[in-house]
């Protein structure tokens, strides 16, 4: 595709409420990236795959959160038992590989998570 | 562990003049990426421009220059002839140097008003 794709772009939730954000990098791309951007706040890394492999999952909050990308290429982020702290946006980054200052990361629009 | 800081939660400069972003940076290693993203109201993050630490040359693009001071560790963005698209928040963010460590550091970022 023209670039990184996240769905939904919106998301209600009740406190307790399982969650599922999708994450579509660019066609290609090996490396993805999950941050997690709090109102007012820069984003904080949450996990980085190369291909299907998660090499670091050091930022996830707790073990409520979970990532997979099975095929080493769509991404789904869940978030079990939601709680008001997890309200933020999540934001889905992909490269083309896995080194280099000219490696950019691209971003996706992000998913507004909002949790009652 | 790194951590960067903008210290100008806010800024604004009027159109067509030159304003000045700060960033300070921490770090015990001597080589690294850092980096100047953008992200507009909509929310997609796009770079502006990047700076590896062992090139002494502070990088250009277009409008957008940078002051790297390595000593003092720090790496501050200047827009010249601003205009109205350029208001966003922007993200001063830090990456390490080593083979597969590509997770961005951000700052808490600098919110950038432009006056017509």
């Known amino acids: 595709g023209a670039g990184v794709s996240q769905s939904p772009r919106y998301k209600v939730a009740k406190r307790g409420q399982d969650v599922a954000l999708r994450c579509d990098p660019i066609?290609?791309?090996?490396?993805l990236f999950w941050y997690q951007q709090a109102l007012g706040q820069g984003p904080e890394f949450l996990t980085y795959f190369q291909n299907e492999a998660q090499l670091d999952k050091s930022g996830l909050p707790s073990d409520r959160f979970f990532a997979e990308r099975p095929e080493g290429s769509v991404s789904t982020l869940k978030i079990q038992r939601t709680q008001q702290e997890d309200s933020a946006v999540y934001l889905c980054?992909?490269?083309?590989?896995?080194?280099?200052?000219?490696?950019?990361?691209?971003f996706g629009p992000g998913t507004r998570l909002t949790v009652l | 562990a790194q951590t960067v800081t903008q210290s100008q939660p806010e800024m604004s400069v009027q159109e067509a003049e030159t304003v000045t972003l700060s960033c300070t940076y921490d770090?015990?290693?001597?080589?690294?990426?850092l980096f100047w993203y953008k992200q507009p109201p909509s929310r997609q993050m796009i770079l502006v421009i990047r700076q590896e630490a062992y090139k002494q040359q502070n990088a250009t693009e277009n409008r957008f220059s940078v002051n790297f001071q390595k000593a003092a560790k720090s790496f501050s963005l200047k827009i010249s002839d601003s205009q109205l698209g350029d208001a966003a928040m922007y993200f001063c963010?830090?990456?390490?140097?080593?083979?597969?460590?590509?997770?961005?550091?951000f700052g808490q970022g600098t919110r950038l008003t432009i006056n017509p």
């Open positions: 066609s290609g791309h090996v490396s």
């Open positions: 963010a830090y990456r390490r140097l080593i083979q597969g460590a590509q997770k961005l550091v």
């Open positions: 980054a992909s490269s083309r590989t896995t080194s280099g200052s000219r490696d950019e990361q691209f």
């Open positions: 770090t015990s290693e001597s080589d690294y990426y």
